[in-house]
């Protein structure tokens, strides 16, 4: 069975979704807003997400690039939002489709079968990520330098894999924060120092002169491979 995401803050359509998706042969989990979606993909392996971009706690846009750090999953984008401005936001932030309410369930069912068969034809791989001074295995959350394993907290972890899983590209303190701690700490940019300091002192050869964390000041990180 595939297991979908589904995302939205109306109970009538959450409602209907769940239960007309799961007479075709789907397993459901719903959220209710963006918090509650990214808290949900962490903690379940999942086929495609079904998306509202207009949720309670933040835009569905961010809730696409929050996924978007660490996952490929299908985003199917569900909106009431008809404009082209809307659909190319979305789009460009990660999604893989958009339809606007209302909508058809037989047009959801097929751009639902459509986005498992181009998930099962290209595979997320859990891929590992070598620099000079060290490896990270994101299948086994491992890594290794050349003297041995570093230990890293759980919330290192979790920094650090978002970045890695993102390489070259920048990615916003925002999202780092929504990611790691939820989206009620979007603002808590200390929380970011402090973290990012121990891992270069873990990881990098000279942390005063980062050659793998990189600062983008007053933007965010960028981790250089």
């Not at 799961?22 to 998306?51: E, F, M, N, R, T």
């Not at 971009?53 to 846009?61: A, E, K, N, Q, T």
């Given at each position: 069975m595939s297991w979908v995401l589904i995302v939205d803050d109306e109970?009538?359509?959450?409602?209907?979704?769940?239960?007309?998706?799961?007479?075709?042969?789907?397993?459901?989990?719903?959220?209710?807003?963006?918090?509650?979606?990214?808290?949900?993909?962490?903690?379940?392996?999942?086929?495609?997400?079904?998306?509202?971009?207009?949720?309670?706690?933040?835009?569905?846009?961010?809730?696409?690039?929050?996924?978007?750090?660490?996952?490929?999953?299908?985003?199917?984008?569900?909106?009431?939002?008809?404009?082209?401005?809307?659909?190319?936001?979305?789009?460009?932030?990660?999604?893989?489709?958009?339809?606007?309410?209302?909508?058809?369930?037989?047009?959801?069912?097929?751009?639902?079968?459509?986005?498992?068969?181009?998930?099962?034809?290209?595979?997320?791989?859990a891929p590992t990520m070598a620099t000079a001074d060290f490896v990270v295995d994101l299948a086994q959350k491992r890594v290794t330098r050349a003297d041995g394993d570093v230990r890293l907290t759980p919330t290192e972890w979790k920094i650090l894999e978002v970045l890695v899983r993102s390489p070259r590209r920048l990615v916003s303190q925002q999202q780092i924060l929504t990611q790691v701690w939820g989206p009620a700490y979007a603002g808590e940019t200390h929380y970011l120092r402090v973290y990012m300091a121990q891992l270069r002192r873990k990881l990098e050869p000279d942390p005063a002169v980062p050659r793998h964390l990189l600062t983008e000041a007053g933007m965010g990180y960028r981790f250089e491979p």
């Open positions: 109970p009538q359509i959450l409602r209907a979704l769940q239960i007309n998706l799961h007479a075709h042969g789907y397993q459901v989990i719903a959220a209710h807003d963006g918090a509650s979606a990214l808290l949900a993909a962490q903690k379940h392996p999942l086929d495609v997400v079904v998306l509202d971009l207009g949720l309670p706690d933040m835009d569905g846009v961010q809730v696409i690039e929050g996924l978007r750090g660490w996952t490929s999953v299908p985003i199917i984008v569900l909106s009431a939002r008809h404009g082209s401005e809307d659909k190319v936001l979305a789009l460009d932030a990660g999604a893989d489709d958009y339809v606007t309410k209302p909508f058809g369930l037989d047009e959801l069912l097929a751009r639902l079968r459509a986005a498992s068969r181009r998930a099962t034809s290209n595979p997320e791989e």
